[in-house]
């Protein structure tokens, strides 16, 4: 997240969610982890890790897990860097930092 931040302080929007993801993903397959004392697929989709592992999220929750993923592709694979950069901006980019910062917290709480 301390990357996202300083993408999102130098105005590199789309590059601050897309650091977003890596974050909650990293955390999410930590849980996995520790749960299921195994090692996490190799997938990024972060419903059906928490699948996986029996936890479904809150349909909030479920829904900004889903726009990170979604996100993920689209600043990972970019077809149209103006399109991201019109889409992806500071309002938007804050708030996708702030929302990751609280599923966070919700996976640590479940450790």
Not at 2 to 21: K, L, Q, S
Request: with cysteine; glycine share 6%; aromatic share 10%.
């Amino acid at each position: 997240m301390d990357t996202a931040e300083v993408m999102f302080n130098a105005g590199r929007y789309f590059y601050a969610v897309y650091m977003c993801h890596p974050s909650v993903e990293k955390a999410v397959k930590g849980l996995y982890r520790e749960k299921l004392d195994e090692m996490p697929p190799k997938v990024h989709n972060l419903v059906y890790l928490l699948n996986k592992i029996g936890i479904k999220p809150s349909e909030e929750n479920g829904k900004f897990l889903i726009r990170l993923s979604e996100a993920n592709i689209a600043t990972r694979y970019p077809e149209d860097l103006d399109k991201l950069q019109r889409d992806y901006t500071a309002p938007i980019a804050q708030g996708m930092i702030a929302r990751s910062k609280e599923i966070l917290k919700w996976i640590k709480g479940l450790l």
